[in-house]
């Protein structure tokens, strides 16, 4: 049994775990007790033989679900390119129910089987839609954070895919947000709705003061992108003369749970506002590579305390999985610190000290991600709800040998597992993919 009781720090033992009808994790005991003897003779006990290894389930903090149908196209354009000639064209279909559902009833169980039992969603401007992958977080037992996408700007936006007036935006929201608290079968809270403006070039003030206030009244999340990439930062600038955390400050939006996608040109003062806040920031290291022209100095955000978790940023990144993600943060922080640049010499190259190790990006994968958005996931102890998967025994470079530490098994994880290599997946103690035997 594997999990992170801090970034820095990572433990591998043997246990057995109590859950209860909840699906939380009641009792915890560590092999060589009488109470490790006893749960294992409780009918309810979740138990990790010693041929497989247990892990907290991944969270995703940023993702387009309406974008799956495109994933790994274009990442060649620049973003505002990006947007206007795939993204907005792909987003409007979804203006046809039918086409929504059939591509949400896909992407929810392949994420599942990818070890994702947490997700944060961006939808479309399309409510009945995006009820739709509410409903399919719900049938597939993802818990699952869904955002009807807020967007008015005349200039940026096109005219068939934006709302007309703000007060529509906002409307539409406060009714989604009502339409996804009442669904059948989400009684205990299972999915939740989200405040959603896309990103402050595409939303008038107008519409961002008023989600700030709606975010207010009804206590609900808050998910935006926030300094993706120079373009997106400077027209923050130019049109509001301070950053992008300045200005959602100023419009009630950066608040308790807020998650910032990107947020790689944000200042040391633009985190010290996001720490104030309790908001967080979901760190996307591979659609940053295509998309942001910076890498994201992950070292700074663990250091400072500033809340962080991954995304996998479909489909502005390729790929699905946050086990990728994590291995792709290591590989940017390292770059970060060494430089790339061969023509300058090895002390003028890098950023020095700004790497991050295996065992915190398995922080960032699992309990850091849940912090972000305040949900007792991605540990495996008592007081959490039991999300986790089971790796498959029978891929035997993820296991460790007799020599090696926790550290060293983390590192085997996050370089080699994936898909191939998850046997089984729980949300709340239920399977919701693959087979436990």
């Known amino acids: 049994m594997l999990d992170a009781l801090s970034p820095g720090e990572v433990v591998l033992s043997k246990a057995a775990l109590l859950i209860d009808q909840t699906g939380m994790i009641v009792e915890r005991a560590e092999s060589g007790t009488s109470q490790f003897d006893q749960l294992l003779r409780h009918h309810d006990t979740t138990w990790h033989d010693e041929r497989s290894i247990l892990m907290p389930g991944l969270v995703d903090l940023h993702i387009h679900a309406p974008q ?26 979804y203006n046809d129910i039918a086409f ?15 070890g994702t039992t947490t997700a944060l969603y961006f939808a479309t401007i399309h409510e009945k839609s995006s009820l739709e992958l509410a409903r399919s977080c719900l049938k597939y037992g993802q818990r699952g954070f869904v955002g009807l996408v807020a967007m008015d700007d005349s200039i940026l936006c096109p005219e068939t895919y934006r709302y007309s007036e703000p007060e529509a935006a906002i409307s539409a929201t406060r009714r989604f947000i009502d ?12 999915v939740q709705p989200v405040i959603t403006p896309r990103f ?12 700030g206030d709606l975010a207010c009244e009804t206590d609900v999340r808050v998910q935006t992108h926030a300094s993706e990439s120079d ?41 010290k506002r996001i720490r104030k806040h309790h908001a967080a920031i979901a760190h996307c290291p591979i659609s940053n590579a295509f998309f942001a022209g910076a890498i994201l100095p992950i070292r700074h955000l663990l250091d400072e305390g500033t809340a962080c978790g991954l995304g996998t940023d479909i489909s502005g990144g390729y790929s699905p999985s946050i086990l990728e993600n994590a291995r792709q943060a290591v590989v940017a922080a390292r770059m970060l610190t060494s430089g790339v640049n061969p023509d300058l010499l ?17 922080w960032l994968a699992t309990r850091g991600g849940a912090e972000a958005l305040g949900v007792p996931v991605g540990q495996l102890r008592p007081g959490m709800m039991f999300d986790a998967l089971k790796l498959d025994p029978r891929v035997s470079m993820l296991f ?32 919701v993919s693959g087979r436990y035997n």
């Open 400 to 431: 460790p040998s007799e020599e090696d530490n926790a550290e060293e098994t983390v590192q085997k994880i996050i370089c080699h597992a994936g898909i191939h290599s998850i046997a089984c997946v729980w949300v709340n103690g239920r399977i």
């Open 231 to 271: 373009w997106e930062h400077d027209y923050v600038k130019d049109r509001f003369r301070c950053t992008d955390v300045e200005a959602l400050e100023a419009f009630g939006l950066l608040r308790r749970h807020t998650v910032l996608a990107h947020a790689g040109f944000t200042s040391a003062d633009d985190r």
């Open 68 to 93: 799956w149908p495109q994933l790994g196209t274009a990442l060649d354009r620049p973003l505002e390119q990006w947007l206007k000639n795939y993204t907005f064209p792909l987003e409007e279909r």
């Open 179 to 190: 339409a996804v608290r009442q669904l059948p079968g989400n009684e205990g809270g299972l």
């Open 200 to 211: 402050i070039p595409a939303c008038s003030e107008t519409l961002l003061r008023g989600l």
């Open 100 to 114: 929504a559902r059939g591509v949400y009833e896909e992407l929810v169980p392949a994420l599942l089987a990818q």
């Open 346 to 362: 090895q002390q003028k190259r890098g950023s020095q000290g700004m790497a991050i190790d295996f065992t915190e990006a398995f």
